[in-house]
C-alpha cells in the first residue's frame, strides 16, 4: 500500500532523512520506532506532502505521490504530531470538514462520522468545541479525522502521546480494527507495549533510515533475555542472569547442585531493543542490520 524508496531530505547541511526505505502491506501495522531526531515525522511529513525529499520516490496504492499528490492524497489519513484541528469548531464540525475534503458526503458522511465517534469513545463530546477539550480528547478528535473516510493508508505520528489509559486503549481498539479490515497503518510511538498490543511488525528508524524491519521477536533475538531463579536456601540470594541460551544456562546451574524453588525466562523486550539502539552506531546496530539484511 506504501513504498518509499531512498528518501533523503536535507535541512540546512543535515539529513533528516537519509536513504530512508520503508513497506507497508495492506492489513500491516508498522510501529515506527527510533530516537528522538530519527527522522519519523519528516518521513510522515514526506508520505502527506508537507515535505518535499530532495531524493527518493514514494508510492501510495500504486500512485506516484510526489507527482499525483492529490489523487495519492486521497488515499491517506493523517494524524500529525502537531495537532491540526479547529479549535472555534466542535468536534463534528471538525469531523464533517475532513470528511469533506475526502470526498464523503450526505448520510454516507454523517454515517461514518458516526462510526469513528463511536470507535474513539468521542460520541459524548461531538458538539463540544475542540478548544475547551483535554490534550488527550483533542488527540482522539484528530485520530478520528484522520480515520473518518476509512482512508487505506493511515499515518499516526506518535497519536497517544500524553493520553489516559481510557484513550489509549480507545486509539489501540480502532487501529487493530481498522486494519483487520485491510488498513495499512504507519504507526510512530515511544510507547513500546503499545506495538505489542498492535502485534505490529517493526521498523527501527536511526538518522534518517530504516537500520532494522522485522516482527518483534526477530528484532529482539540477537538480544539476552533474563534468567530469574529463587532458590531453596533462604541465606541465597535471587540470581537474575542475562542469557541468550536459558535451557544451557540453567543446566549449568543444576549442574552445580544449586537448588531452585523457581525459575522464570523473560524474553527480550522491545525496551531492551532499543536500549540497545543507544550502544549508537556500535555492535547493536550492526547487529540490527544484521537482522535486517
Ligand atoms: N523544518 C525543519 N527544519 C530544520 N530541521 C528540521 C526540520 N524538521 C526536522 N528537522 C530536523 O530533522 C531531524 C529529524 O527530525 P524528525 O522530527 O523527523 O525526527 P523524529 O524521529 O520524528 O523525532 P521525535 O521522536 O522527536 O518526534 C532532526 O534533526 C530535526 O531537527
Same mark, same amino acid.
Given at each position: 500500500?506504501?513504498?518509499?524508496?531512498?528518501?533523503?531530505?536535507?535541512?540546512?547541511?543535515?539529513?533528516?532523512?537519509?536513504?530512508?526505505?520503508?513497506?507497508?502491506?495492506?492489513?500491516?501495522?508498522?510501529?515506527?520506532?527510533?530516537?528522538?531526531?530519527?527522522?519519523?515525522? @519528516?518521513?510522515? %511529513?514526506?508520505? *502527506?506532502?508537507? +515535505?518535499?525529499?530532495?531524493?527518493?520516490?514514494?508510492?501510495?496504492?500504486? =500512485? #506516484? &505521490?510526489?507527482?499525483?499528490?492529490?489523487?495519492?492524497?486521497?488515499?491517506?489519513?493523517?494524524?500529525?504530531?502537531?495537532?491540526?484541528?479547529?479549535?472555534?469548531?466542535?468536534?463534528?464540525?471538525?469531523?464533517?470538514?475532513?470528511?469533506?475534503?475526502?470526498?464523503?458526503?450526505?448520510?454516507?458522511?454523517?454515517?461514518?462520522?458516526?462510526?469513528?465517534?463511536?470507535?474513539?469513545?468521542?460520541?459524548?463530546?461531538?458538539?463540544?468545541?475542540?478548544?475547551?477539550?483535554?490534550?488527550?480528547?483533542?488527540?482522539?478528535?484528530?485520530?478520528?479525522?484522520?480515520?473518518?473516510?476509512?482512508?487505506?493508508?493511515?499515518?499516526?505520528?506518535?497519536?497517544?502521546?500524553?493520553?489516559?489509559?481510557?484513550?489509549?486503549?480507545?486509539?489501540?481498539?480502532?487501529?487493530? @480494527?481498522?486494519? %483487520?479490515?485491510? *488498513?495499512?497503518? +504507519?504507526?510512530?510511538?515511544?510507547?513500546?507495549?503499545?506495538?505489542?498490543? =498492535? #502485534? &505490529?511488525?517493526?521498523?527501527?528508524?536511526?538518522?534518517?533510515?530504516?537500520?532494522?524491519?522485522?516482527?518483534?521477536?526477530?528484532?529482539?533475538?540477537?538480544?539476552?533475555?533474563?534468567?530469574?531463579?529463587?532458590?531453596?536456601?533462604?541465606?541465597?540470594?535471587?540470581?537474575?542472569?542475562?542469557?541468550?541460551?536459558?535451557?544451557?544456562?540453567?543446566?549449568?546451574?543444576?549442574?552445580?547442585?544449586?537448588?531452585?524453588?523457581?525459575?522464570?525466562?523473560?524474553?527480550?523486550?522491545?525496551?531492551?531493543?532499543?536500549?540497545?539502539?543507544?550502544?549508537?552506531?556500535?555492535?547493536?546496530?550492526?547487529?540490527?542490520?544484521?537482522?535486517?539484511?
Amino acid at each position: 500500500m506504501l513504498i518509499a524508496e531512498g528518501l533523503v531530505k536535507i535541512f540546512g547541511r543535515r539529513p533528516a532523512l537519509d536513504g530512508f526505505d520503508l513497506e507497508v502491506a495492506p492489513g500491516e501495522i508498522v510501529g515506527l520506532i527510533g530516537h528522538n531526531g530519527a527522522g519519523k515525522t @519528516t518521513f510522515v %511529513e514526506v508520505v *502527506t506532502g508537507l +515535505v518535499r525529499p530532495d531524493r527518493g520516490n514514494v508510492r501510495i496504492g500504486g =500512485l #506516484d &505521490a510526489l507527482r499525483a499528490g492529490r489523487a495519492a492524497r486521497q488515499l491517506l489519513g493523517v494524524a500529525p504530531q502537531e495537532l491540526a484541528l479547529y479549535n472555534r469548531a466542535t468536534v463534528r464540525e471538525n469531523l464533517r470538514l475532513f470528511a469533506g475534503i475526502a470526498g464523503l458526503r450526505g448520510r454516507r458522511r454523517d454515517e461514518e462520522i458516526a462510526r469513528v465517534l463511536d470507535e474513539l469513545h468521542l460520541s459524548a463530546l461531538a458538539n463540544r468545541l475542540v478548544g475547551v477539550l483535554s490534550g488527550g480528547q483533542r488527540r482522539r478528535v484528530q485520530a478520528a479525522t484522520a480515520m473518518v473516510a476509512a482512508p487505506p493508508l493511515l499515518l499516526l505520528d506518535e497519536p497517544t502521546a500524553g493520553a489516559d489509559p481510557e484513550t489509549r486503549s480507545a486509539l489501540l481498539a480502532a487501529v487493530k @480494527t481498522r486494519a %483487520e479490515a485491510g *488498513t495499512a497503518v +504507519v504507526y510512530t510511538t515511544h510507547y513500546l507495549p503499545e506495538l505489542v498490543d =498492535l #502485534d &505490529a511488525t517493526l521498523a527501527l528508524a536511526r538518522a534518517g533510515r530504516v537500520i532494522a524491519r522485522g516482527t518483534q521477536r526477530e528484532l529482539t533475538r540477537h538480544l539476552p533475555g533474563e534468567l530469574r531463579v529463587t532458590f531453596a536456601d533462604p541465606g541465597e540470594p535471587d540470581l537474575r542472569l542475562p542469557t541468550t541460551d536459558p535451557g544451557a544456562d540453567l543446566a549449568a546451574l543444576l549442574a552445580s547442585g544449586r537448588v531452585p524453588v523457581s525459575v522464570d525466562v523473560r524474553r527480550p523486550s522491545l525496551d531492551d531493543l532499543y536500549r540497545s539502539m543507544e550502544a549508537g552506531a556500535g555492535e547493536g546496530e550492526q547487529e540490527a542490520r544484521d537482522v535486517a539484511a
